[in-house]
């Protein structure tokens, strides 16, 4: 079973910024899907950033500029550097690898709260 642990998350002021990690359980390099997913309340889940087959990366146009998604194959680990952070960017934060191009494996969640 895989296993995925975030980290990271917390109270930050706007303009503000944090470094999520997901820490896996297994080797991540057959992942090719590896990505970031936020959920504010009453709101649906929705793509932050993932890394896809061959490195490409996607972002929300909400987050393009601000966020960075990278990846540790020594670690093991999954990053979302988030710079600039908004009120509107609080919502709890999901780690998701798959080993095509969707989605399969899901962490916890980590809750980022961007308050004054």
């Known amino acids: 079973q895989v296993q995925l642990v975030e980290s990271g998350g917390g109270l930050v002021q706007p303009g503000g910024s944090l470094r999520l990690s997901c820490v896996v359980s297994?080797?991540?390099?057959?992942?090719?899907?590896m990505g970031w997913y936020r959920q504010a309340p009453e709101k649906e889940r929705e793509l932050v950033a993932r890394i896809i087959t061959g490195g490409s990366t996607n972002y929300a146009d909400s987050v393009k500029g601000r966020f960075t998604i990278s990846r540790d194959y020594a670690r093991n680990t999954v990053y979302l550097q988030m710079n600039s952070l908004k009120p509107e960017d609080t919502a709890v934060y999901y780690c998701a690898l798959g080993y095509y191009e969707s989605p399969y494996y899901w962490g916890q969640g980590t809750q980022v709260t961007v308050s004054s």
């Open positions: 297994t080797n991540i390099f057959s992942f090719n899907h």
